[in-house]
């Protein structure tokens, strides 16, 4: 259609219709099946701002956090669906600790996870070659978790 449209310099209708019909945007219905996932290894697509879909591919009988690993180690991108359960794990460990005291308690990134933040500006989003996240739970008052360090008097019961 398009080489005789430019050597007859007019349109070319391919359809012997009278009026042409409006094609259907095909982002709004489109799907990523896991088939193509796996076989591309694809984990998100974002078709258009109302149609995305993830998938989470499959480890291959590896365990989720050494095949993090294994796939960092490489300088490949960590999967994921392993990065946002981690990023979900490690907020609601902030959220457990800032609630058991409002006032006292709070966390603080450190290292790769510091730098993500700063360089990412943003909520806690894992760069995709990271493998863990780093962080330091701290209190002003009395650290209830280890608490039992101060009843134990003897070094040997600590450890």
């Known amino acids: 259609d398009v080489l005789a449209s430019q050597r007859l310099l007019s349109p070319v209708l391919t359809c012997g219709v009278v009026a042409p019909f409006e094609e259907d ?4 219905r489109a799907l990523l099946p896991p088939a193509f996932a796996e076989s591309y290894q694809v984990e998100a697509a974002k078709y258009s701002p109302d149609n995305s ?3 989470c591919l499959s480890t ?5 956090w050494t095949l993090a690993h294994w796939l960092s180690d ?3 991108a960590t ?3 392993y990065r946002r359960r981690i990023e979900e794990q490690l907020c609601d460990m902030v959220e457990w600790w800032t609630r058991l ?3 006292s308690n709070f966390a603080s990134p450190k290292q790769g996870t510091l730098l993500t933040a700063l360089v990412r500006g943003g909520p806690v989003a ?3 070659w990271d493998n863990d996240l780093e962080l330091s739970l701290y209190s002003l008052g009395p650290n209830l978790v280890l608490s039992w360090c ?3 008097k003897s070094w040997a019961l600590r450890a």
Do not use: T
Request: hydrophobic share 30%; charged share 35%; net charge negative.
């Open 101 to 103: 005291d409002p006032v």
């Open 74 to 76: 490489r300088r490949l």
């Open 150 to 152: 101060s009843e134990e």
């Open 79 to 81: 999967r994921l669906c």
């Open 126 to 128: 894992m760069m995709p």
């Open 25 to 28: 945007d095909f982002l709004e």
């Open 53 to 55: 879909h993830q998938h």
């Open 60 to 64: 291959n009988g590896s365990e989720a």
